[in-house]
DNA sequence: AACTTAATAT
DNA sequence: TATATTAAGT
């Protein structure tokens, strides 16, 4: 159906090719309307109603049902699928274990595009910071939109007063697992340290729910992380920053950034987003060819890969950097699902 | 308004 | 401990 949008459009080419790199740096992330562009295009690709198995539709035929003894599933409807997710979630929580729908298909380093799941989130322990079921508390004198927006944008897309899944959710602990991390640290490197600002990577990194806070937040880290490496040039990292240590790091940093401020680069030049002033070119930094993520969004569910119809998601896969191993606070895989970043503003 | 950093809170 | 939030500076 939508194979006529090429993909090719969206990919960067190998690190081998120095020159088609750059080149791709530079038409790839033009500005922000061609980013937006191709995330237009990127849906029109989506599978329509004729390519989705119908939730009417039984995945199990009849035949294999009976062979297998299996009994026939009811018909669900869209309730039911939410219902199931809220269901899953609950039990999840209660029983205090911990989720994960890994899907590192053992190439950790071919950053394959089919390699990203779950986002996930943990809830905040503690009956304390006005938790509970309205939970809407200090935001007041926050700058508040942006936040609100963002995380509210994608919720709301499928939130209409009901969707249990999409209230459970409210705000909760981003939990930065390897996939999401490596994407985030696949931005950064794209984009050049320089250019590499919460906000523009919030955006490239495509991932529903994220926000720019979690990004700064994530980026604050991994600045200190980076620094520490190069004043330890020689040794390898720490056995404290798995979760660092387990990704390329880009050589140059920032132009003495020497404490204080922000640079001056902050409101003013929001155009020129992905525009890397050099091209990047070592292959540590990005190993392979490496699709950018316009046309793949990120969200709360799971991720669609739409090579061939096939969601890419698999189970199972400990997460073996960062382990979250704090009892407090189950970890919960976010079950809505969400249309790929319909709004990137 | 967005960014950075440090400090502090959860 | 990892992440969020806040504060104060650019």
């Avoid at 237009?40 to 035949?63: A, F, N, R, V």
């Avoid at 155009?271 to 990047?280: E, N, R």
Wanted: charged letters at 25%; one cysteine or more; a negative charge.
């Amino acid at each position: 159906m939508g194979e006529e949008v090429k993909i090719s459009e969206f990919e960067f080419n190998s690190a081998e090719d120095e020159e088609a790199t750059e080149k791709a740096n530079t038409t790839v992330f033009d500005n922000e309307d061609d980013v937006d562009q191709r995330v237009l295009e990127w849906e029109i690709g989506l599978p329509d109603c004729d390519d989705l198995t119908p939730l009417s539709q039984s995945l199990i035929p009849p035949e294999f049902a009976s062979a297998f003894s299996i009994s026939p599933e009811p018909c669900r409807k869209a309730l039911d699928v939410n219902r199931a997710s809220y269901d899953t979630l609950s039990s999840i929580r209660s029983s205090g274990a911990h989720f994960s729908t890994y899907n590192d298909n053992k190439n950790n380093n071919n950053n394959d595009i089919c390699s990203f799941d779950d986002p996930m989130v943990v809830e905040p322990e503690g009956g304390g910071s006005g938790s509970g079921s309205g939970s809407e508390p200090k935001k007041l004198r926050k700058t508040g939109v942006d936040i609100a927006e963002e995380a509210d944008s994608a919720v709301r897309t499928t939130e209409n007063s009901e969707d249990p899944s999409a209230m459970t959710l409210k705000r909760q602990r981003l939990v930065w697992t390897p996939q999401l991390h490596k994407r985030f640290v696949d931005v950064v490197a794209h984009l050049g340290i320089k250019n590499a600002v919460p906000k523009t990577i919030m955006r490239l990194m495509n991932v529903e729910g994220l926000t720019r806070e979690n990004v700064a937040s994530h980026l604050q880290k991994y600045r200190i992380y980076l620094k520490r490496m190069q004043g330890l040039s020689n040794q390898g990292p720490s056995a404290s920053d798995q979760m660092f240590a387990s990704t390329p790091v880009p050589r140059s940093l920032p132009e003495s950034r020497s404490g204080g401020g922000g640079n001056g680069l902050a409101g003013g030049s929001r155009k020129d987003d992905g525009h890397v002033g050099m091209p990047i070119p070592m292959p540590s930094l990005v190993p392979l060819a490496m699709p950018m993520y316009g046309h793949m969004a990120m969200h709360l569910g799971g991720y669609h890969n739409r090579q061939n119809g096939y969601e890419a998601n698999s189970y199972g896969m400990q997460p073996r950097y960062w382990p979250c191993g704090n009892k407090s606070g189950s970890v919960v895989s976010l079950p809505n699902h969400m249309p790929p970043n319909h709004k990137l503003s």
